[in-house]
């Protein structure tokens, strides 16, 4: 496994707060908004994403109890280490506090969510697996998209930090904002948010053979209304 504090440059022993620091500076220096004129800019992005990377697994591992034992390997980040991007199991981009969020959206009327990697859902904390069903609209209607969307959730963060880490990472997803979006509008119809805790059914590496290391599945919604969450409301 690839070190993540060299990629941060930091030792093991540094504190949170350090680390953290860290961080956010490479973050500013290689995002793509800052490097859009920039000729090595797809190698920016690439040093951005294994940055973001070391970052989620450092705190992961801390969470779970500390250093990695066995040490790591030299080398750089890839797309083969798990999820999206080299995200490992458990490792999910759209973590907030003590929680993390898979956000789905789909066609009103699809009956099933599609998971599309074992890592997706696969954690050993309780999050949430929310559902957007959309209807997708002409160009003229006043709804929303893609751009609209990112920058209206960008604004509901308190502070700077919090919405610099939003943007980070929504870019390791791939995003940078294009007027192409613009032309792709839906309105929202309702927003579904399920719990994904113990006994939810999903995929995890503990329960399939170890001959398998890739899977896709789509879940029922009908068979997860009990890990509905209470507090629903249509957009």
Known sequence: ???????????????DE??????????????????????????????????????????????QGGYR??????????????????????????????SWYEVKTIHRGIPAVKISSIEQLESSTDGELVVFFLEKMSAA???????????ETRSLFASDEDRNDFMAKVALQGYVYNDYYDDFIYEIRSCNRYRVTNGFP????????????????????????QYKLKDQEAV
Do not use: W
């Open 69 to 98: 034992q066995g040490g790591y390997q030299n080398g750089s980040y890839g797309q083969n280490n798990g999820g999206p991007y080299g995200y490992g199991p458990g490792e999910n981009p759209f973590g907030y506090g003590d």
């Open 1 to 15: 496994m690839i070190n993540p504090y060299g990629v941060l440059g930091v030792s093991p022993s540094a504190t």
């Open 202 to 225: 999903r995929l995890t590496h503990e329960l399939l053979p170890e001959a398998i290391c890739k899977a896709s599945y789509e879940i029922l919604l009908q068979k997860i209304e």
């Open 18 to 63: 350090e680390i953290k620091k860290a961080y956010r500076a490479l973050s500013r220096k290689y995002h793509p908004d800052a490097n859009i004129n920039n000729p090595n800019k797809m190698q920016a992005e690439e040093k951005f994403k294994e940055v973001q990377q070391a970052y989620e697994q450092i705190m992961r591992e801390r969470q």
């Open 141 to 151: 209607y006043n709804g929303v998209n893609l751009n609209k969307l990112i920058l």
